[in-house]
């Protein structure tokens, strides 16, 4: 399994990025996939995910409203859409996935180091 994650990059407080991460390997049609994040000095989150096995998604709550997960599955890839950011969602952004899960999305909320495959961090920072 590997996922590549792109499109992080600097931008000033209200503005928008959108975050890819292409996703091959999969040998399962149940999983979850999201985003996680990592400011310095903080633990990691979850911030959004998504679960094929019921087709929920998961939202902390900071960014409820703002963000949103969507994926292709044409192309293999999840997106996320990051709306009126501020300066505290600055951190690296993660892409990660388990899979042979038969779980709701909330899983993401509670298991962040239950997540099998890891994609190298991008970089997001919001900033004027």
């Known amino acids: 399994v590997q996922l590549q994650a792109s499109g992080g990059g600097l931008v000033q407080p209200g503005g928008s990025l959108r975050l890819s991460c292409a996703a091959s390997?999969?040998?399962?049609?149940?999983?979850?996939i999201g985003w996680f994040r990592q400011a310095p000095g903080q633990e990691r989150e979850g911030v959004s995910c998504?679960?094929?096995?019921?087709?929920?998604?998961y939202y902390t709550d900071s960014v409820k409203g703002r963000f949103i997960i969507s994926t292709d599955n044409a192309k293999n890839t999840v997106y996320l859409q990051m709306n009126s950011l501020k300066v505290e969602d600055t951190a690296v952004y993660y892409c990660a996935a388990r899979l042979d899960i038969f779980d709701s999305s909330n899983f993401c909320a509670k298991n962040t180091y239950g997540m099998d495959y890891w994609g190298k961090g991008t970089q997001v920072t919001v900033s004027s």
């Open positions: 998504f679960s094929s096995s019921d087709g929920s998604t």
């Open positions: 390997g999969f040998t399962s049609n149940y999983y979850i």
